[in-house]
């Protein structure tokens, strides 16, 4: 009988405006065998944004739901949103033995290694504090007064690196996403 193979849970995090969701873009690109979970958020759509493929959009009351049933692995509020991982979907893809990552902030990624403390914690890390300054701020997206909300918290997302498996420093997205999907053993 041969033996179960599970898989194990990676979770992708670190500050806003490092780049997560152009590394795990790029990942997916090449590896679309890798499951991201899509999350769900109370944030309004950015624009090209579409439900159920960058986020879940959902209004307060139907977040204060999901809380409320434990239907979020985690969730965590950031920016004035809400944002959080639905849990069903994450378990059943681990129990298909599918590689699952999840991209999400500091909070929610102490809040899966206390649920699942065998998932795999990799902390993104920018190539100094002057670019990820410059990428917040290149975006265009936000006001001055969340640029400033982001900068300010990621202060306290970087001083919490050491709680992180790996760290992998985004000099070149390309070979980010190559040292991701190792550490998944998917390559």
Not at 39 to 54: F, I, L, N
Not at 129 to 136: F, I, K, N, T, Y
Not at 166 to 173: A, K, P, Q
């Amino acid at each position: 009988m041969a033996p179960e193979v599970r898989s194990r849970l990676t979770v992708l995090s670190g500050p806003s405006g490092v780049g997560k969701s152009t590394v795990v873009a790029h990942m997916r690109k090449v590896h679309p065998e890798v499951w991201l979970s899509v999350s769900a958020t109370t944030r309004k759509p950015r624009p090209g944004e579409r439900h159920g493929v960058q986020y879940f959009f959902v209004g307060d009351e139907e977040f204060d739901k999901l809380v409320a049933n434990g239907e979020l692995l985690e969730w965590a509020e950031f920016a004035g949103n809400r944002y959080g991982t639905p849990r069903r979907a994450v378990l059943e893809r681990l129990e298909a033995g599918e590689p699952v990552l999840l991209e999400i902030d500091l909070q929610g990624a102490r809040q899966v290694k206390d649920s699942m403390p065998d998932s795999r914690l990799v902390f993104l890390a920018p190539p100094s504090w002057d670019e990820l300054v410059r990428r917040l701020t290149g975006r265009g997206t936000e006001s001055p007064e969340v640029i400033e909300r982001r900068l300010e918290a990621a202060k306290v997302e970087l001083a919490a690196e050491p709680e992180f498996d790996t760290c992998l420093v985004n000099t070149s997205v390309e070979d980010v996403a190559r040292e991701l999907l190792a550490l998944m053993a998917v390559v």
